[in-house]
């Protein structure tokens, strides 16, 4: 067994324990969220495991948290920290990228406009806006203004339904949920 393991599996719980303080929550919060063994959610908050995090630990983790399994093992917690208030780090690549790869004038011109609001676009939804500007996209046909402002309002539903997801209104929530994604999506038809 590597003898750097167990440190890392140190530095890792604590990030994790780091993360979850900055959320607010407790163990049970946590436990409930990331659907841990209260058990295993006390050995990472409480110093650490002594030995590596599973990777299906750390997957969880990782979803409850709102990071994939890359940017939690890999981002320093100065650059995590932000992002559990939904704000990326200041210094965030997908900024930089979207600066790049906007041609569309009317983009440009927004991010000029709006750089507060540019800074606090997650990666997925930078990529999701330069794929938008493909000729006849969404930002030519409903504005650039109007697909960040739908953006932005997924992002802060999607917030509420997981703060939502850790409670005891989770089951209504998910007949909710059923209830209209069948409206929105009709079961395909049979063919005969």
Known sequence: MNAASPGLGAELANKIARLV?????????????????????????Q??????????????CADALGLTV?????????????RMHGKPADDDESLKLLDERAQLPEL???????????TELR???????LDMQAPGGPLVKLGVETCVD???????LVCKVKEIAGTEYFEF????VKLIHEKVKPAPSKRV
């Not at 929550?25 to 959610?41: K, M, P, Y």
């Not at 739908?150 to 802060?156: D, P, T, Y």
């Not at 929530?173 to 909710?176: A, K, R, S, T, V």
């Open 70 to 82: 890359s940017e939690l093992r890999t981002l320093p917690l100065e650059r995590l920290l932000p």
């Open 108 to 118: 440009v011109g927004w991010l000029e406009r709006n750089r507060g609001r540019a």
């Open 173 to 176: 929530l998910e007949q909710f």
């Open 123 to 129: 990666p997925d939804e930078v990529l999701e806006l």
């Open 150 to 156: 739908l953006i932005e309002r997924r992002r802060h």
């Open 21 to 45: 303080e900055e959320r607010g929550w407790n163990q049970e919060d946590f436990a409930r969220i990331s659907g841990l063994n209260r058990h295993t959610v006390r050995q990472i908050l």
């Open 47 to 60: 110093g650490g495991p002594k030995r590596q995090l599973r990777n299906t630990t750390v997957s969880q």
